[in-house]
């Protein structure tokens, strides 16, 4: 993608992050230049500490009690305001095409739900700041803190735009798309269907799959274990051809190294537009 685009900036929302690793060079919250390259660029996020922080800045106890007391009260909304700061972040940038390296579907599917929690949490905020807003005000003083209630509500208020715009970019195909990761396995191909039929419930595009690891025994080979996995990831490869008729299916092959450091990322990534021919 960085050879093709201006600039590439790629996110990692995995709370397993493996991008340092991948790159062999830290990765912060922070945009970072990949040694290698002059446009791309890497940045791993953890969303419920950026909402931990925003937490944290609060600027007294009261506030910082409310904050949290109303971050946690709806489950995942932590994750999504989290995921809301980032996302400020990243639209305050210039760059040509943004990654979200996403965790396994269980994850990825929860982060794709974070404009509509945040939805929730937000209506229920607004509710609250009417009923309650006066007397907190009141308590606030009582105590002799200063806790301004309407700095609270505003400042989740304005998470509305950012994250209704997001969901926005979310469901246009010209803006944003899906490219699902399996193997050639039961278990990985179910959870890719899965995957699938919510993004096609959410009105996100998806049309392409990549499937990994993939055994090419030579027949003359006399590895049994080899020749077995073979037989059996080829018929789940042809169920992924028979269900993603539709779909853009890349084949990976499984290699005999890790592909980590720069060069070995470079040349793993041309098999994604130049594909595999397996040995005959």
């Given at each position: 993608m960085a050879a093709a685009r201006e600039s590439v900036l790629l996110i990692s929302t995995d709370p397993a992050h493996n991008l340092s690793d991948a790159f062999g060079q830290k990765f912060g919250k922070n945009p970072t230049l990949v040694n290698g390259f002059d446009n791309l660029f890497c940045m791993e996020i953890d969303p419920t500490s950026s909402i931990q922080e925003m937490i944290e800045s609060a600027d007294n106890s009261a506030m910082n009690s409310i904050m949290q007391d109303l971050a946690f009260a709806i489950p995942g909304v932590d994750e999504a305001m989290g995921f809301a700061e980032v996302m400020k972040l990243v639209k305050s940038m210039e760059y040509s095409v943004i990654i979200f390296d996403t965790a396994p579907t269980g994850h990825t599917l929860r982060f794709l739900s974070f404009p509509t929690v945040l939805e929730k949490a937000l209506a229920k905020v607004s509710q609250l700041s009417g009923r309650f807003g006066p007397m907190m005000q009141q308590m606030s003083g009582m105590?002799?803190?200063?806790?301004?209630?309407?700095?609270?509500?505003?400042?989740?208020?304005?998470?509305?735009?950012?994250?209704?715009?997001?969901?926005?970019?979310?469901?246009?195909?010209?803006?944003?798309?899906?490219?699902?990761?399996?193997?050639?396995?039961?278990?990985?191909?179910?959870?890719?269907?899965?995957?699938?039929?919510?993004?096609?419930?959410?009105?996100?595009?998806?049309?392409?799959?990549?499937?990994?690891?993939?055994?090419?025994?030579?027949?003359e080979s006399n590895c049994d274990q080899c020749q077995v996995r073979h037989k059996m990831q080829q018929k789940y490869l042809e169920q992924i051809f028979d269900l993603y008729e539709d779909f853009h299916i890349t084949l990976l092959p499984l290699l005999t190294h890790e592909v980590r450091g720069v060069d070995k990322l470079k040349t793993f990534s041309r098999l994604l537009v130049e594909p595999f021919q397996p040995p005959k």
């Amino acid at each position: 993608m960085a050879a093709a685009r201006e600039s590439v900036l790629l996110i990692s929302t995995d709370p397993a992050h493996n991008l340092s690793d991948a790159f062999g060079q830290k990765f912060g919250k922070n945009p970072t230049l990949v040694n290698g390259f002059d446009n791309l660029f890497c940045m791993e996020i953890d969303p419920t500490s950026s909402i931990q922080e925003m937490i944290e800045s609060a600027d007294n106890s009261a506030m910082n009690s409310i904050m949290q007391d109303l971050a946690f009260a709806i489950p995942g909304v932590d994750e999504a305001m989290g995921f809301a700061e980032v996302m400020k972040l990243v639209k305050s940038m210039e760059y040509s095409v943004i990654i979200f390296d996403t965790a396994p579907t269980g994850h990825t599917l929860r982060f794709l739900s974070f404009p509509t929690v945040l939805e929730k949490a937000l209506a229920k905020v607004s509710q609250l700041s009417g009923r309650f807003g006066p007397m907190m005000q009141q308590m606030s003083g009582m105590m002799g803190v200063s806790a301004n209630h309407e700095d609270i509500f505003a400042k989740l208020e304005s998470m509305r735009a950012v994250i209704n715009e997001v969901n926005q970019q979310f469901q246009d195909p010209d803006k944003t798309t899906f490219v699902c990761v399996c193997i050639s396995e039961f278990l990985s191909l179910y959870e890719t269907e899965r995957l699938v039929q919510e993004l096609t419930n959410g009105n996100i595009d998806t049309h392409n799959i990549v499937v990994n690891q993939l055994l090419f025994p030579p027949k003359e080979s006399n590895c049994d274990q080899c020749q077995v996995r073979h037989k059996m990831q080829q018929k789940y490869l042809e169920q992924i051809f028979d269900l993603y008729e539709d779909f853009h299916i890349t084949l990976l092959p499984l290699l005999t190294h890790e592909v980590r450091g720069v060069d070995k990322l470079k040349t793993f990534s041309r098999l994604l537009v130049e594909p595999f021919q397996p040995p005959k």
